[in-house]
């Protein structure tokens, strides 16, 4: 049987109206076009050129506050420490810094880069499967607030390293809850096959073993489950019963414990799934861990961020194929990886008020890598679009920026971030020269061009 082509159109797909009444921050204007608050995204793309990834401070405020809130009002004393990872852009680590957040880090450069955002050493916790002996030095020299330990071989390691400091490393152990939040493979971490965490069965024991070491202060556990989940609470809620059985266990051996570090991973809706609100997150951690008397902890990522950014690009050539219609932008799977890795979904809407408004048929949006994953969208009702014309990929400001490369040597694209109506370059575009010009030729082809 002949395999079914792909389908032209994606039928259930949000409308542009839709997406925008969904996104506050930005609005269609009838000259201008769109707006991330009050700056045109024309006049920036303009100024800064194009692909360039725009974040709205507002709107970074307004979801810090929103989770700051909900936390507060489910009668939690909670922490945020915003997951660097998503977005380890200055600026944006500034805004959400002088918000009141920490950072969770998982590297040397996420360390480095918070604390030049001025978060300090005290709101820094430091995650990660594999911190190498040279990060953790850096962590005990920088008396951080802490570190989420993930295994028995790591405790040891840092036991070791902050005993020859002098220091005591406060740590708490992440426990892999086995539990599986439903989210896509590549950013499920709650399995027991997955390689983050220590087993369940063996965390109660590995506690008090930490106890007795020296340079070690045990003050908690800590658990994330995974990355974008919408499917509601069940699975926050199974793995939050799983830490609040350890704590009893942990009191019941006299051990001590100051906190519980409840992860990230709640989810943004990138094009129509129920969003799970963060007083549901507040609701489910008030349900299963309120009762402990334990100060929580939160490490979002991509809640916080993901819809304060966009990626701004133009259209290189619209070229019709065989049986479907292409529209090649200026940005590419080097930039925005996340359609290519997960077969995720950005929305994508026309800049210009004339094409926001033209008729929309099928188009699949691709960039110019040599590469066919190199693909945005299939069959997305789009309008026709000449050369320049600019779109804008939608929730791009969480694992954006961050995840893209200099693949085909592409340049890394510059960032900008809107403040009412104001904007200004946040990090600049990579030059040419900055690309290329970390290359060497060994000393026996000193000669060659
Ligand atoms: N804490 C830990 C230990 C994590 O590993 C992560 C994310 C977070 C917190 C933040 O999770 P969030 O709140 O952002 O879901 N690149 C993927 C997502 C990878 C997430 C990795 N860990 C994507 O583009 O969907």
Known sequence: MATPAPALFAEADPSFTDLLAARPALTLHAHDGLLLEGVALARIAEAVGSPTWVYSAGTLRRRYRALAAALKGAGLEAEIHYAVKANTNRAVLAVLGAEGAGADIVSEGELRAARQAGISASHIVFSGVGKSERELRLALAEDIHQINAESAEEIAMISALASSLGRTARVAIRVNPDVDAGTHAKITTGKSDNKFGVAFDDALALYAHMASLPGIQPVGIATHIGSQITNGMAAYRAAY?????????????????????????????????????????????????????????????????????????????????????????????????????????????????????????????????????????????????????????????????????????????????????????????????????????????????
Not at 374 to 380: E, I, K, L, S
């Open 241 to 449: 019963a799983r830490l609040a059985e350890l704590v009893h266990g942990i009191r019941a051996r006299g051990l001590p414990i100051q906190r519980i570090d409840c992860g990230g991973g709640l989810g943004i809706p990138y094009r129509d799934e129920p969003a799970p609100s963060p007083e549901a997150l507040a609701g489910a951690i008030k349900a299963t861990l309120g009762g402990l008397g334990l100060p929580v902890m939160l490490e979002p990522g991509r809640w916080l961020v993901g819809p304060a950014g966009v990626l701004l690009a133009s259209i290189v050539i619209q070229k019709q194929g065989a049986s479907r219609r292409f529209l090649v932008t200026d940005a590419a799977m080097n930039d925005l990886v996340r359609p290519a890795m997960y077969e995720a979904w950005h929305g994508i809407l026309p800049v210009s008020p004339r094409a926001f408004a033209a008729e929309a048929t099928p188009a699949d949006v691709v960039g110019p890598v040599c590469e066919s994953g190199d693909t945005f969208a299939r069959g997305r009702a789009l309008p026709l679009l000449k050369p320049g014309e600019l779109v804008a990929f939608l929730d791009a400001g969480a694992y954006g920026a961050v995840m893209s490369s200099t693949y085909n040597l592409r340049p890394l694209a510059a960032e900008v971030m809107v403040e009412g109506d104001r904007f200004a370059v946040v990090r600049d575009r990579q030059s040419y020269d900055a690309m290329l010009g970390a290359g060497r030729l060994p000393s026996w082809m000193e000669n060659a061009p």
